[in-house]
Protein backbone atom coordinates (compact mmCIF):
# COMPACT_ATOMS: atom_id res chain seq x y z
CA UNK A 1 0.00 0.00 0.00
CA UNK A 2 1.66 3.78 -0.47
CA UNK A 3 0.62 6.78 1.30
CA UNK A 4 1.57 9.94 0.21
CA UNK A 5 1.24 13.62 0.89
CA UNK A 6 2.57 16.82 -0.43
CA UNK A 7 1.81 20.12 1.58
CA UNK A 8 3.94 23.73 2.30
CA UNK A 9 5.24 24.89 5.33
CA UNK A 10 6.34 28.53 6.18
CA UNK A 11 9.96 27.65 6.83
CA UNK A 12 12.98 27.40 5.25
CA UNK A 13 14.29 24.14 3.83
CA UNK A 14 17.05 24.12 6.61
CA UNK A 15 14.36 24.96 9.46
CA UNK A 16 12.36 21.97 8.08
CA UNK A 17 15.44 19.97 7.57
CA UNK A 18 16.17 20.21 11.01
CA UNK A 19 12.99 19.77 12.76
CA UNK A 20 13.09 16.33 11.26
CA UNK A 21 15.73 15.46 12.53
CA UNK A 22 14.68 16.54 15.99
CA UNK A 23 13.07 13.20 17.32
CA UNK A 24 11.19 14.55 20.11
CA UNK A 25 9.48 17.19 18.04
CA UNK A 26 8.36 14.69 14.98
CA UNK A 27 7.28 12.39 17.85
CA UNK A 28 4.42 15.24 18.35
CA UNK A 29 3.38 15.26 15.12
CA UNK A 30 3.29 11.87 14.21
CA UNK A 31 -0.23 10.18 15.98
CA UNK A 32 0.56 7.28 18.03
CA UNK A 33 4.09 7.19 18.65
CA UNK A 34 5.00 6.95 22.03
CA UNK A 35 8.73 7.07 21.76
CA UNK A 36 11.25 7.54 19.23
CA UNK A 37 15.06 7.20 19.97
CA UNK A 38 18.35 7.11 18.11
CA UNK A 39 19.90 3.86 17.93
CA UNK A 40 23.15 4.53 16.31
CA UNK A 41 24.90 4.41 12.78
CA UNK A 42 21.74 5.46 10.97
CA UNK A 43 19.27 3.15 13.31
CA UNK A 44 16.00 4.08 14.65
CA UNK A 45 13.93 2.44 17.15
CA UNK A 46 10.04 3.82 17.68
CA UNK A 47 7.00 2.51 19.32
CA UNK A 48 3.36 3.12 17.67
CA UNK A 49 0.24 2.35 19.20
CA UNK A 50 -3.11 2.47 16.45
CA UNK A 51 -6.60 1.23 16.89
CA UNK A 52 -7.64 -0.01 13.41
CA UNK A 53 -10.78 -1.46 13.28
CA UNK A 54 -11.28 -3.72 16.48
CA UNK A 55 -8.03 -4.05 17.12
CA UNK A 56 -5.52 -2.23 19.19
CA UNK A 57 -2.01 -1.88 18.04
CA UNK A 58 1.32 -1.32 19.22
CA UNK A 59 4.59 -1.94 17.25
CA UNK A 60 7.77 -2.02 18.04
CA UNK A 61 9.69 -0.33 15.16
CA UNK A 62 13.27 -0.40 13.81
CA UNK A 63 13.85 2.15 10.64
CA UNK A 64 16.99 2.55 9.32
CA UNK A 65 18.52 5.40 6.73
CA UNK A 66 19.02 4.29 3.26
CA UNK A 67 20.10 6.73 1.56
CA UNK A 68 20.48 10.80 2.51
CA UNK A 69 21.11 14.10 1.03
CA UNK A 70 22.10 16.89 3.35
CA UNK A 71 18.74 19.35 3.61
CA UNK A 72 17.01 17.98 0.95
CA UNK A 73 16.09 14.01 1.13
CA UNK A 74 16.12 10.94 3.11
CA UNK A 75 15.04 7.67 2.81
CA UNK A 76 14.39 4.70 5.12
CA UNK A 77 12.82 1.58 5.37
CA UNK A 78 12.44 -0.96 8.33
CA UNK A 79 10.08 -3.23 9.99
CA UNK A 80 7.43 -3.11 13.03
CA UNK A 81 6.24 -6.47 14.94
CA UNK A 82 3.92 -6.89 18.13
CA UNK A 83 3.43 -9.44 20.66
CA UNK A 84 0.20 -10.55 18.69
CA UNK A 85 1.94 -11.38 15.22
CA UNK A 86 0.72 -8.55 13.43
CA UNK A 87 3.60 -6.80 11.34
CA UNK A 88 4.57 -3.68 9.59
CA UNK A 89 6.73 -3.66 6.59
CA UNK A 90 7.99 -0.34 5.49
CA UNK A 91 9.67 -0.64 2.24
CA UNK A 92 10.61 2.49 1.85
CA UNK A 93 9.87 6.17 3.04
CA UNK A 94 10.77 8.67 0.61
CA UNK A 95 10.41 12.57 2.51
CA UNK A 96 11.99 15.37 0.27
CA UNK A 97 12.17 19.26 0.46
CA UNK A 98 12.13 21.67 -1.79
CA UNK A 99 11.83 25.82 -1.94
CA UNK A 100 9.05 26.57 -4.05
CA UNK A 101 10.00 30.67 -2.49
CA UNK A 102 11.97 32.20 -0.40
CA UNK A 103 11.13 31.32 3.33
CA UNK A 104 9.00 28.28 2.35
CA UNK A 105 9.57 24.68 1.94
CA UNK A 106 7.20 22.01 -0.10
CA UNK A 107 7.49 18.85 2.06
CA UNK A 108 7.01 15.69 0.43
CA UNK A 109 6.58 12.24 1.21
CA UNK A 110 5.70 8.61 -0.08
CA UNK A 111 5.81 5.20 2.44
CA UNK A 112 5.20 1.87 0.38
CA UNK A 113 4.28 -0.22 3.51
CA UNK A 114 2.65 -3.73 3.93
CA UNK A 115 0.86 -5.48 6.53
CA UNK A 116 0.88 -8.59 8.12
CA UNK A 117 -1.24 -10.83 10.62
CA UNK A 118 -4.51 -9.97 11.96
CA UNK A 119 -4.24 -6.37 10.69
CA UNK A 120 -4.01 -7.93 7.14
CA UNK A 121 -7.51 -9.23 7.10
CA UNK A 122 -9.49 -6.33 7.85
CA UNK A 123 -8.67 -5.33 4.05
CA UNK A 124 -7.63 -2.61 2.27
CA UNK A 125 -10.63 0.09 2.79
CA UNK A 126 -10.48 -0.12 6.45
CA UNK A 127 -6.33 -0.01 6.25
CA UNK A 128 -6.72 3.01 3.65
CA UNK A 129 -9.27 4.53 5.57
CA UNK A 130 -6.86 4.43 9.15
CA UNK A 131 -4.06 5.47 7.00
CA UNK A 132 -5.47 8.35 5.61
CA UNK A 133 -6.70 9.41 8.65
CA UNK A 134 -3.01 9.17 10.20
CA UNK A 135 -1.42 10.90 7.09
CA UNK A 136 -3.72 13.71 7.44
CA UNK A 137 -3.39 14.30 10.92
CA UNK A 138 0.46 14.04 11.09
CA UNK A 139 0.60 16.48 7.80
CA UNK A 140 -1.55 18.92 9.56
CA UNK A 141 0.88 18.88 12.78
CA UNK A 142 3.79 19.49 11.03
CA UNK A 143 2.49 22.25 9.22
CA UNK A 144 1.48 23.63 12.46
CA UNK A 145 4.91 23.38 14.00
CA UNK A 146 6.22 24.70 11.17
CA UNK A 147 3.69 27.32 9.87
CA UNK A 148 1.75 26.30 7.39
Not at 3 to 12: C, K, Y
Not at 126 to 136: D, F, G, P, Q
Amino acid sequence: MELTDRFDVGASPAEAWAFFWDLPRVAKCLPGCESIEDAGEGAYRARMTQRVGPFKVTLDMEMRIDEAEEGQRVVVSGNGRDRMGNRLHVNRLALELSEPSPGRTEVNYAMDFNLYGRLATLGNTAVKRKSEEIRTEFSRRIAEELGG
